[in-house]
Nanobody, 122 residues
Framework: VQLQASGGGLVQAGGSLRLSCAVS????????MGWFRQAPGKEREFVAS????????YVVDSLKGRFTISRDNAKNTVYLQMNSLKPEDTAVYYC????????????????WGQGTQVTVSS
């Protein structure tokens, strides 16, 4: 499975971005997806996850109301809609895939994308 994240960029505080993660390879397998982020000098942290069917999602409490995760299995793509962005959201955002149930744990994901930079200016 190969993951390609895109959609990052430079945005002013209060703006929005939608990240995409295109999945290729063994797309016939059932896999949950997650978004994580890593700011300079900090550990990679969980942002959101979604089940294979898309009917189960979770966004970390601190980002609820601003971030939304979704997926379109017909397009083999997962999205992260980010609204009301803040400078503290600046980070490299990674998408990841795992077989089975969705998870918040970095170590449980089997495949990772290359990351896309999100920079929010004040």
């Amino acid at each position: 499975v190969q993951l390609q994240a895109s959609g990052g960029g430079l945005v002013q505080a209060g703006g929005s971005l939608r990240l995409s993660c295109a999945v290729s390879g063994r797309t016939s397998s059932n896999y949950a997806m997650g978004w994580f982020r890593q700011a300079p000098g900090k550990e990679r942290e969980f942002v959101a996850s979604i089940s294979w069917s898309g009917d189960s999602t979770y966004v970390v409490d601190s980002l609820k109301g601003r971030f939304t995760i979704s997926r379109d299995n017909a397009k083999n793509t997962v999205y992260l809609q980010m609204n009301s962005l803040k400078p503290e959201d600046t980070a490299v955002y990674y998408c990841a895939a795992k077989y089975g149930r969705r998870s918040m744990r970095v170590g449980e994901y089997d495949y990772w994308g290359q990351g896309t930079q999100v920079t929010v200016s004040s």
